[in-house]
């Protein structure tokens, strides 16, 4: 069965950073694309980033210079380092592995629920002022 598991999440001061990782299982992770969303209630679900195989990389204007996407594939993991937060950023973050590689970057159902994509069960991620 496929398996995205995320973990990191936590509460944190504005300014502070997080480190978010997802393990993946049950595909092959090297043709895949990986990516996080987020979703905070009442919004509609986001895309944050994305990262290739080969390590090219995509970040939302709301998340550029302070967020940073990478991945290992001998761990079959994929990271996201999150600096410099703000209350904005509050949100339950998803893992997503994506066969094709090509991304919307809102998602009207919800994160979760578009059969295109493999996801995580999600994350919560709290940042105070």
């Known amino acids: 069965e496929v398996q995205l598991v995320e973990s990191g999440g936590g509460s944190v001061q504005a300014g502070g950073s997080l480190r978010l990782s997802c393990t993946a299982s049950?595909?092959?992770?090297?043709?895949?694309?990986m990516g996080w969303y987020r979703q905070a209630p009442g919004n509609e679900c986001e895309l944050v980033s994305h990262i290739t195989s080969d390590g090219s990389s995509y970040y939302a204007d709301t998340v550029k210079g302070r967020f940073t996407v990478s991945r290992d594939n001998a761990k079959n993991t994929v990271y996201l380092q999150m600096n410099s937060l703000k209350p904005q950023d509050t949100a339950v973050y998803y893992c997503?592995?994506?066969?094709?590689?090509?991304?919307?970057?809102?998602?009207?159902?919800?994160?979760?629920?578009?059969?295109?994509?493999?996801w995580g069960k999600g994350i919560l991620v709290t940042i105070s002022s």
């Open positions: 049950g595909f092959t992770f090297d043709d895949f694309a």
């Open positions: 997503t592995a994506n066969p094709r590689g090509l991304w919307s970057v809102v998602i009207g159902r919800g994160c979760g629920n578009y059969g295109g994509y493999y």
